[in-house]
C-alpha cells in the first residue's frame, strides 16, 4: 500500500546531541511536510518541500534543519535538541497541482522524541 | 490568541451516546477539514467542506460547514470505541495555499 513511514517511531536523545529523523513516502507527491506536535497541542507546521523548493515558517528555530535528496525522502534534523524539543513529530505529504481549492495531507505516523 | 478554537477540549462518553464538537474563529475561510489522529498515529483525513451551510455525513459523522465559512461542527451518531482519538479542524490561510494550521483538537473517549 502506498504510504509515508517514519522512522524510527521512538526516538530518544541527549540534550545537545544531534538527532536525525527519517521519512519516506511511497505516494510520489510533491510537497512534503514536518510538523511539531507537543502534549494537547495543535500540530505546528516547521517547514515544507514544494518539489525541492525549501520553505521555512518565520518562527522556526534555527535549531531544526531539513533536507530533502529526492522526492521519496526527506529528513529532519535538530542541531541540538534541547528539553522543550521533546514533541512527536509528524511527517506528511500532498499532492499539489494547480489551484484546487483543497489538498489532502496524508501524515506518517509520526516519531517521538525524548531528549534526557 | 488561536486561529482556530476547538471545544470542548475533552470529552468522555459512554458507547451509544452522540456528541457533537466545535470548530469556531473569528475569520472566514474558503474551506475546512477534519482530521482523527488515533493515539500513537498521524491524523488521517475524514473530510474536506467548501460551501457555506454545506452538510456531508461519513456513516454515522456528520459534518457541517457555517454559513459564513467561519465555523464546522462534527456530530457523531451512537459512538463506538473505534471513534476514540483525536479530532483536528483544519484550514488554509490564504486561498491558493496548501499549508494548513491546525486547531488543538478535541480528545473523544468512548467508554465500552
Known amino acids: 500500500d502506498a504510504m509515508v513511514i517514519q522512522n524510527p517511531r521512538y526516538q530518544v536523545t541527549q540534550f545537545g546531541k544531534p538527532v536525525t529523523l527519517s521519512c519516506s513516502q511511497t505516494l510520489n507527491h510533491n510537497v512534503m511536510y514536518w510538523y511539531q506536535q507537543k502534549s494537547s497541542q495543535a500540530p505546528k507546521l516547521l517547514f515544507h518541500?514544494?518539489?525541492?523548493?525549501?520553505?521555512n515558517e518565520a518562527d522556526t528555530p534555527d535549531n531544526f534543519q531539513s533536507r530533502r535528496p529526492n522526492t521519496s525522502f526527506c529528513f529532519l534534523d535538530i542541531r541540538s535538541p534541547g528539553l522543550g524539543d521533546a514533541a512527536m513529530y509528524l511527517c506528511a505529504t500532498s499532492r499539489v497541482l494547480g489551484t484546487a481549492v483543497s489538498y489532502e495531507q496524508y501524515f506518517g505516523p509520526g516519531t517521538r522524541l525524548t531528549v534526557t | 490568541t488561536q486561529l482556530l478554537e476547538q471545544s470542548p477540549q475533552f470529552l468522555s462518553i459512554q458507547e451509544g451516546e452522540n456528541l457533537t464538537v466545535y470548530c469556531n474563529s473569528s475569520?472566514?475561510?474558503?474551506?475546512l477539514q477534519w482530521y482523527r489522529q488515533e493515539p500513537g498515529e498521524g491524523p488521517v483525513l475524514l473530510v474536506t467542506v467548501v460551501t457555506g451551510g454545506e452538510v456531508k455525513k461519513l456513516k454515522r459523522l456528520t459534518f457541517q460547514f457555517g454559513d459564513a465559512r467561519k465555523d464546522s461542527s462534527l456530530h457523531i451518531t451512537a459512538a463506538q470505541p473505534g471513534d476514540t482519538g483525536l479530532y483536528l479542524c483544519a484550514v488554509r490561510l490564504r486561498a491558493g495555499s496548501y499549508q494548513l494550521t491546525f486547531g488543538k483538537g478535541t480528545k473523544l473517549s468512548v467508554i465500552p
Open positions: 475569520s472566514v475561510f474558503s474551506s
Open positions: 518541500y514544494y518539489d525541492k523548493d525549501f520553505n
